[in-house]
């Protein structure tokens, strides 16, 4: 499969998923009885619609996660799965349930891989805490045990897997994804022969759970960034610096981040794969490391939806279709979705060196962890840019960048700090480190990562939520609460967007479609 193509889109199930739903079900669950019946599945879509989750790949069934409500006392209690089932084959729904019940979670075989199991429990667990319900509750099979039936009981088969010492396809992944087993079924699914009849009672414990009020507003709140303060050292291989950077990317997923952020031209070092006598032609060495951008694009993309994180990939050196140089950052979104920002202000020494030239368009991103602009370095100290993103609702802004000394440095973390009062944002600073002299342009670096907030009450009295050590490579986490910025934006000792004198003055964005053979607009030729 190409990554190229992967789309993935997390939705709610419709009977219009039925027949690929059976056919899904009918290959995956071929040894205990397989679909659910049309009817099945009719009823519990109209019960329960918010349970049953569904992920696709342009308009393919590729996963799916079906869920009931049921009472919490009941089924904690020993229990068989045909607890669970009324007359007709209707999966009895409580609507009135302090708790969820995980039916089934199936992945198509050609996507395994891509933890998408892992996307379909946590929305699971978004939906548990957004309902206000007291905990996910599951009867997990063990299909493995009975491998090991004539040696281990299944406690102590359990108990093994707990310890990996034993691989269990279901119980391993239910473990990983902070599932604990609370107790031992038996005649669970008695047509289960792998499992032998026996099964786990698994918990997941919602630790937000609040009994006496009802959780209306599902909308995510809390985002945790992880920057990685990247040392530029020397690498024998493209490979090589894939490597670290994966490295990192799972580092940053394991401690469940929603954005891992990478520096300014991270994968400069590549041009030291030339000798330093090719390294002086600075222009065909740039061009040189653009040829590498096309395989970075692809495995970072390949990192977010194997890792489940949004990746904000540094910049690298693009070559457009007009065979011009640019410095772009990359978006590479969970779902396998890729995005674009140019740096649009090129430094002298970009200009003079490397002959770069500025883009002409400026977004905010919609993610699935906020509205998010990204200006490269330089950028950030105009803050005509972060103005215009600001009016487009925009909560985080990420700045990767690269700078050699210390007064570089503190150009951009100045600004940058501006950027987050004045327009009631948080913003990321991204930075590398390390001296590497036997590479041109590269003999020192220096950085100290930070994630920057509003001046106010609600934020550290500094504004500033966490910062690295400096000139170490490291790694850096912050959580954002982006219900915060709502506060502040409206009631907030000062309110920045709000009170400015629009009747004084304005700020737009001028139309360059004239570039590329259209006419500018009226209003840019008076500008002009």
């Not at 897997?161 to 699914?189: C, G, M, T, W």
């Not at 070092?269 to 040189?288: K, T, V």
């Amino acid at each position: 499969m190409s990554l190229d193509d992967l789309h993935l889109t997390l939705r709610n199930l419709t009977l219009d998923d039925y027949p690929q739903l059976e056919s899904l079900m009918d290959a995956v669950y071929h040894d205990i009885g397989g679909a659910w019946s049309r009817h099945t599945i009719e009823r519990l879509i109209g019960d329960f619609p918010d349970g049953q989750v569904a992920i696709e790949d342009d308009g393919r069934l590729v996963g799916i996660a079906l869920t009931v409500r049921v009472d919490y006392d009941e089924f904690t209690n020993p229990h068989k799965y045909d607890d669970l089932i009324g007359k007709r084959e209707v999966i009895l729904d409580n609507a009135e349930g302090d708790a969820m019940y995980g039916l089934d979670v199936l992945i198509h075989p050609d996507y395994r891989g891509y933890r998408l199991g892992r996307r379909l429990y946590d929305a699971r667990k978004e939906l548990c805490r957004s309902l206000n319900l007291r905990a996910i509750l599951a009867g997990g099979r063990i299909p493995q045990y009975h491998q090991h039936a004539e040696e281990l009981s299944p406690t102590q088969y359990i108990d093994q897997v707990a310890r990996k010492e034993i691989h269990d396809p279901i119980l391993s992944f239910q473990l990983a994804n902070d599932f604990q087993v609370k107790r031992l079924l038996r005649d669970y699914l008695p047509e289960d022969e792998k499992s032998q009849g026996y099964a786990t009672l698994l918990e997941w414990n919602n630790f937000l759970y609040e009994p006496a009020e009802l959780v209306l507003d599902t909308r995510k709140t809390q985002v945790r960034v992880g920057a990685v303060q990247w040392q530029m050292r020397e690498f024998d291989s493209v490979e090589a610096v894939l490597q670290q950077v994966e490295y990192f990317v799972d580092a940053l997923a394991d401690y469940q981040s929603d954005f891992a952020v990478f520096p300014e031209l991270f994968n400069a070092p590549l041009m030291g794969l030339q000798d330093r006598a090719a390294q002086q032609d600075q222009l065909a060495a740039i061009r040189f490391l653009a040829s590498f951008t096309e395989r970075f694009k692809t495995e970072l993309s390949r990192m977010a939806v194997t890792c489940n994180i949004n990746i904000i990939a540094g910049s690298m050196i693009e070559v457009g279709e007009d065979d011009r140089l640019y410095n772009v950052s990359y978006l590479c979104h969970r779902d396998g979705t890729l995005e674009r920002q140019a740096k649009l202000h090129i430094t002298p020494q970009e200009r003079r060196d490397w002959v770069i030239e500025g883009g002409d368009d400026l977004q905010v991103f919609d993610t699935d962890a906020g509205r998010i602009g990204i200006l490269i370095c330089y950028d950030v100290e105009f803050p005509e840019l972060s103005r215009l993103q600001a009016e487009q609702d925009m909560d985080i802004l990420f700045v990767p960048f690269w700078t050699d000394t210390k007064n570089g440095y503190l150009r951009v973390r100045h600004c940058a700090q501006a950027r987050a009062i004045e327009n009631e944002c948080y913003v990321v600073l991204c930075g590398s480190v390390g001296n590497v002299p036997s590479i041109e342009n590269m003999e020192i670096q220096y950085a100290q990562s930070s994630v920057f907030s509003p001046s106010d009450f609600a934020f550290p009295h500094d504004a500033v939520l966490s910062e690295t050590t400096p000139n170490t490579e490291m790694i850096m986490f912050s959580d954002l609460d982006l219900t915060r910025l709502t506060v502040v934006r409206n009631e907030g000792s000062v309110t920045n967007l709000k009170d400015r004198r629009k009747d004084l003055f304005d700020l737009r964005w001028r139309d360059w479609s004239w570039k590329s053979g259209g006419r500018p607009s009226g209003a840019d030729l008076d500008e002009g």
